[in-house]
Each structure stands twice: as C-alpha cells, then as structure tokens.
Nanobody, 115 residues
Framework: QVRLVESGGDLVQPGGSLRLSCAASGILFSTYAMSWYRQAPGNERELVASISSTGGTTTYADSVKERFTISRDNVKNTLYLQMNSLKLEDTAVYLC????????WGQGTQVTVSS
C-alpha cells in the first residue's frame, strides 16, 4: 500500500519559517520524481516545487523562488519543503506528489500565515 504522509504545517506569522515533510512508504522512493503542490480555498491546485528522483534537478514556481527550498532524503524516504519569509498568500493546504508511471498524492498539511 502506497502512503504519502505530510507533516509540519502550522500557524505562523508573516516572515516566519516552516519545514514540511512528506514521508513515503510502499514505493521505491528513490525512483520517483517528487513535487509539492498547494491549494487554497477557492483556488486551483498549484505546483510549488519539484525535484528529480536523484535530487539533482529542482524547479520552483516564480511565487516561491528564493524563499522555498525543496529537498529529499532517499535513505529516509522523505521529501522536504523549507519555507522561509512566509507571506499571507502562502496560506494553503500543501500536498506532496510522487510521480513515475503512476502518480500518488498525500492528504496534505495545512499552512496558515497570519498575524
């Protein structure tokens, strides 16, 4: 059974930082490209960042460049998203996705940026 479990979401003030994690099981994690998406109420799901299976290639949405860093640990089967300088508009449910031949999604973790 494939499981992707996100954690680390919280309520944080503008300018603050959070580190999200996505723990994977049931897949050969090191062979999957991984991504973080986010979805705010009333909005479409948005790609935030992606990382290749080896971690050698990363891409970011323009809205998070220079603030967010995606990384992975293929020994711990875990994906990370370091989020710095958080803004009100970063408020959303953050979900991880594993992609190879099939695609798997986690349930998401809530990030709320508010003063």
């Amino acid at each position: 059974q494939v499981r992707l479990v996100e954690s680390g979401g919280d309520l944080v003030q503008p300018g603050g930082s959070l580190r999200l994690s996505c723990a994977a099981s049931g897949i050969l994690f090191s062979t999957y490209a991984m991504s973080w998406y986010r979805q705010a109420p009333g909005n479409e799901r948005e790609l935030v960042a992606s990382i290749s299976s080896t971690g050698g290639t990363t891409t970011y949405a323009d809205s998070v460049k220079e603030r967010f860093t995606i990384s992975r640990d293929n020994v711990k089967n875990t994906l990370y998203l370091q989020m710095n300088s958080l803004k009100l508009e970063d408020t959303a449910v953050y979900l991880c996705k594993a992609s190879r031949i099939l695609t798997y999604w986690g349930q998401g973790t809530q990030v709320t940026v508010s003063s």
